[in-house]
């Protein structure tokens, strides 16, 4: 059995590689673990638009839930306290949608141009000779291929046994854990404040996760709500006084956000692992003699805490791999050196790549613990109490401030330090 390009993996990244491929004539080959396509993807839900719109075109039909209007970032103490900004914007680059059905249909994409998909097939090996990749092996089949690309995800055991990628530890990587739950399109809208087809995007740090770095969310779909939690996994596994599925109840039946959906109903619980160290996950090597990595198996994620950025670098990754297959057709199993030009050089130069590596300094914030995700929460509370729960005195802004830094014992020093260094790194 051969093929010009095989793809492992059909999540966003391997199903934009197939698709680029396939419609410029390559017969492609797209296998997959799971049942279906995008059985395995799990995400929080929200997906910015403008790589998409660049690789895609006009995401008209694509399986969009809501346009997100509304962005809500909060800090929640241990007593339940709660501080917020909320920005409403006029336009919108970002959406909700679940990530099963927009892989599905973009696999559907890639099948209508050609490419074949087989699904419940686990690839065992890349294969590789002296000319470099040449397949891989899969259910039991050798598949010949002049161009391997891997979009295996996280878990990149197939890159860990060529040694193109270190084994991956707790160090870097987190645990998303989700819940979905269905209240009723009106009831979406009326309850969050939203107009017709308009979504929120609500972050929440501090109580929810028990002071360990990660963070919790609230994205709204059309009538049903998906809220969950992000934890580093190498401070939960060291610290973590509970188990994650209790935190995750513990957040749907929170006061603070429980009366949003007390009638409603889990339609869905779901667990996935994600790179959170961005430019420390890359591989070395992107690309090597007929092989290229793309996706989250090259660690194109971007977490700032606010803000979370996955699917479409995956997408983006893809779309230029497949561009490279296309490119290197002429060239029976392309060398190292002949993709990184056609790939690995280009996906470097790009804005998704460079920004992974100028905020890489994030790294250090999200990792830096108690500070961040317990002292500072209830510091933000401790002001807004001193400024609006008012009895005999009325303090100032600044007088309020003093109060909760002396409570939450943190010295001026440190916090314009630590704010500083937040600002240089996000």
């Known amino acids: 059995m051969r093929f010009d390009v095989v793809v492992v993996g059909a999540g966003p990244a391997g199903a934009a590689a197939a698709l680029e491929a396939a419609r410029a004539g390559l017969k492609v080959l797209m296998i997959e673990r799971g049942r279906g396509a995008g059985s395995k993807q799990v995400y929080g839900g929200k997906i910015y638009s403008y790589y998409l719109q660049k690789v895609l075109g006009d995401l008209k039909d694509a399986p969009v839930e809501r346009w997100v209007r509304k962005e809500r970032l909060s800090l929640v103490d241990g007593s339940n306290r709660c501080t917020t900004i909320e920005y409403e914007g006029r336009d919108s680059g970002a959406f909700t949608a679940y990530l099963t059905k927009f892989t599905a249909w973009l696999v559907d994409r890639a099948v209508s141009a050609g490419a074949v998909f087989a699904d419940e097939v686990r690839v065992d090996s890349i294969l590789r000779n002296e000319g470099g990749t040449s397949g891989v092996e899969a259910g039991g089949e050798r598949v010949e291929a002049d161009v391997v690309i891997d979009a295996e995800g996280v878990n990149r055991l197939l890159l860990e046994r060529l040694g193109l990628a270190e084994r991956t530890s707790t160090r870097g990587v987190a645990l998303g854990v989700k819940e979905t739950i269905r209240i009723g399109e009106k009831e979406v809208e009326e309850r969050f404040g939203l107009d017709h087809g308009e979504g929120l995007s609500w972050i929440l740090m501090g109580g929810f996760t028990g002071g360990l770095p990660g963070g919790a969310f609230v994205y709204t779909n059309k009538d049903t709500v998906s809220l969950g939690l992000v934890l580093y996994l190498d401070s939960a596994v060291r ?93 029976h199993r392309p060398s190292e050196e002949v993709l990184r030009e056609l790939y690995e050089e280009p996906l470097r130069r790009s804005r998704p790549f460079r920004d992974l590596e100028r905020l890489r300094g994030v790294e250090r914030v999200m990792e830096a613990g108690d500070r961040y995700f317990s002292t500072y929460p209830a510091l933000a509370a401790a002001a807004m109490d001193g400024m609006f729960n008012l009895e005999e005195a009325t303090p100032s802004v600044y007088e309020s401030l003093r109060s909760a830094m002396r409570e939450s014992n943190v010295s001026m020093l440190r916090a314009m330090l630590d704010a500083l260094g937040t600002v240089r790194a996000i």
Do not use: C, Q
């Open 239 to 331: 610290s973590i006084g509970e188990p994650v599925h209790s935190m995750v109840e513990g957040l749907r039946t929170h006061e603070l956000l429980w009366r949003y959906w007390a009638d409603g109903d889990v339609v869905e619980y779901s667990a996935k692992l994600t790179p959170e160290s961005g430019y420390r996950y890359v591989p070395s090597k992107l690309a090597a003699d007929g092989l290229m990595v793309v996706g989250d198996a090259g660690g194109l994620l971007l977490n700032l805490g606010y803000t979370f950025r996955g699917v479409d670098y995956a997408v983006y990754s893809g779309h230029l791999a497949g561009r490279a297959a296309v490119a290197s057709r002429d060239r």
